[in-house]
């Protein structure tokens, strides 16, 4: 399966005897999938099954669903508020009865006035209501489609730039690997420095106890095999999960903050500048690949 990134845009029209409408979808980051719809009254009972099709193809992201309908007004009719009517009719009554004189109003002058007269759509049969739901439904699955497409379009872009910092990051722990400073002679050499540095400074009144806790403390901090391996393993994952494709981005994400524990670690160990140099490096690739991985389904 191949990566989709979270942000993507579709829209699609269509028509169905004199009903034109348009559907627009917006999807950004999310933690989780965010189903937000916007449908014209009349059309609630599509609600559960625009939810049922969005979450069949879509697994995270804030996406909003906005359906936007306009009928042919040759189809409106024209018809009577009896309400209305009956409220500017009740007026002119009292009217009458408080000025006597007063002209009666012209048939034109009353259906003038506001509310008297509406223009109202045309209710469908059931038939022809399910055959405008299916359309509807139709042209939304199209939408989908193309939404889809575009965060698959961007989710390979992401995974080509997330690809060469894995590439850097395997690069870097490599070269942690063979620094000169990690040769046994080197690490041998550093810890008679600092063993002959604590006796100095007790003037040679060290307890040999203490003296090979010592020992044993700045040969342990000097040890980052382990840092090492794991460095070597969480690359090897994030390869396997890329590979792999389909909704990886919270797993990414996990694996970002294994690795940038790793290099915290290698730096706060490190008592060598060009080893502290490769774990600086490697915190700023991790941070990089932790802003493309918020993108990521």
């Given at each position: 399966m191949a990566l989709a990134s979270m942000t993507g845009f579709a829209r699609a029209q269509a028509e169905s005897g004199p009903v034109r409408w348009t559907w627009e979808l917006r999807s950004v980051n999310g933690k989780s999938l965010d189903l937000r719809i916007r449908i014209p009254t009349g059309l609630e009972t599509l609600e559960p099954r625009i939810r049922e099709r969005c979450s069949k193809v879509l697994?995270?992201?804030n996406v909003s669903i906005g359906l936007a309908m306009q009928r042919d007004q040759s189809e409106q009719q024209l018809q009577v508020n009896e309400s209305a009517l009956t409220a500017v009719l009740s007026t002119i009554d009292l009217l009458k009865a408080r000025v006597p004189d007063?002209?009666?109003?012209?048939?034109?002058?009353i259906l003038s006035q506001k509310g008297v007269f509406e223009l109202k759509e045309p209710e469908d049969d059931e038939e022809a209501q399910a055959a405008l739901h299916k359309a509807l439904l139709t042209s939304l699955d199209g939408a989908l489609i193309d939404l889809v497409d575009m965060r698959?379009?961007?989710?390979q872009a992401i995974g080509t730039v997330l690809r060469g910092?894995?590439?850097r990051i395997a690069e870097l722990t490599q070269a942690a690997e063979t620094l000169p400073a990690r040769k046994p002679e080197a690490i041998k050499a550093r810890l008679k420095k600092q063993v002959s540095e604590l006796l100095d400074a007790s003037d040679g009144q060290l307890d040999p106890q203490r003296l090979h806790q010592e020992a044993v403390f700045l040969a342990t901090k000097a040890d980052i095999r382990e840092e090492l391996d794991r460095l070597h393993a969480h690359v090897a994952a994030v390869r396997d999960l890329m590979?792999?494709?389909?909704a990886i981005g919270r797993r990414l994400d996990f694996l970002a903050q294994e690795f940038n524990r790793e290099a915290n670690t290698l730096c706060s160990k490190s008592n060598d500048v060009d080893l502290?140099?490769?774990?600086l490096d490697l915190k700023a690739v991790i941070d990089q690949m932790r802003e493309q991985i918020q993108n990521l389904e």
């Open positions: 697994r995270r992201g007063l002209a009666p109003p012209s048939l034109d002058g698959h379009t961007e989710g910092q894995i590439d590979d792999s494709g389909g502290t140099a490769i774990g």
